[in-house]
């Protein structure tokens, strides 16, 4: 007589036990998010209708510009400085475009800083350039030390500044902003503050500084002495140049020159 086995089937129940893991942990943690995400939309209303009324509200409308380290100007000239209106809305104005306006406008100023003064001001800090010489063409401009050109110009030498000579015009004209790039003009206005930091000539004026042929370098002090440099080993000639004068006075009515350029020195008498 045959004989049934039964077998005995296992439910596979794992699957249904990580789902009912997963979404008991998820209900968890909705849960315990609830408040948080409740705080962050109220948070996020509350900023979208601050922006709302600050777009909006009249109180944030342009009415001041106060331009700093310029000198007294009227409310019409500061407008018309930064080329705004009043009654703008100071919160969506974009006072990068300002300040690279104004920079494209007044190269002269060397940085410009624009910022919002809540609720209706801004302001604007300038920092000139600084003239650190100038240079003769058929007229006297003024250069900061990264020779950019500056505002104005003279017929007559300005005073205390001195002179570079002999810096070719370019061609694209004298333009207010624009950087000299003659690399003689470059070394002569490098020369200076050398010169000047170092405090080789003492007591003397620096009066000019020449450009001659094949890109030399001369000075004149006091207005009539000539150092001729060359234009190479510039700072060891000075070197040269400090030790000279720590044993002879530098006297125009004796000295009309001293050569650099050789091995040995040359005085030339009046």
Not at 3 to 26: C, E, I, P
Not at 55 to 81: D, W
Not at 115 to 140: D, G, H
Request: glycine share 6%; charged share 25%; with cysteine.
């Amino acid at each position: 007589m045959a004989k049934f086995f039964k077998t005995k089937v296992k439910k596979k129940t794992g699957g249904n036990s990580l789902a009912l893991h997963v979404w008991g942990a998820f209900r968890k943690m909705i849960f315990f998010s609830l408040p948080y995400l409740l705080v962050l939309v109220g948070v996020g209303a509350l900023f979208g209708g601050i922006i709302a009324y600050a777009i909006n509200s009249s109180v944030f409308r342009l009415t001041e510009v106060k331009i700093l380290n310029i000198g007294t100007v009227t409310q019409a000239q500061a407008f018309n400085f930064c080329e705004l209106k009043p009654g703008e809305n100071l919160i969506t104005l974009d006072l990068v475009n300002v300040q690279q306006m104004i920079k494209r406008r007044h190269p002269e100023f060397k940085e410009v800083l624009v910022r919002r003064v809540l609720p209706n001001r801004i302001e604007v800090l300038l920092k000139r350039r600084t003239p650190a010489a100038q240079i003769a063409f058929s007229k006297y401009v003024q250069v900061d030390r990264d020779m950019i050109l500056l505002p104005g110009s003279s017929t007559v030498p300005f005073k205390n500044l001195t002179t570079i000579e002999g810096v070719p015009v370019p061609r694209a004209g004298l333009l207010v902003g624009m950087e000299i790039k003659d690399s003689a003009g470059v070394k002569a206005l490098k020369l200076t503050e050398v010169i000047h930091r170092s405090n080789v000539l003492r007591n003397h004026i620096l009066t000019k500084i020449k450009i001659a042929d094949r890109d030399e370098l001369f000075l004149v002090v006091d207005g009539s002495v000539e150092i001729r440099l060359g234009n190479n080993h510039l700072i060891e000639r000075l070197k040269i140049l400090d030790q000279t004068l720590k044993t002879m006075e530098l006297d125009p009515s004796k000295i009309r020159y001293i050569d650099l350029r050789f091995d040995d020195l040359v005085i030339g008498p009046v």
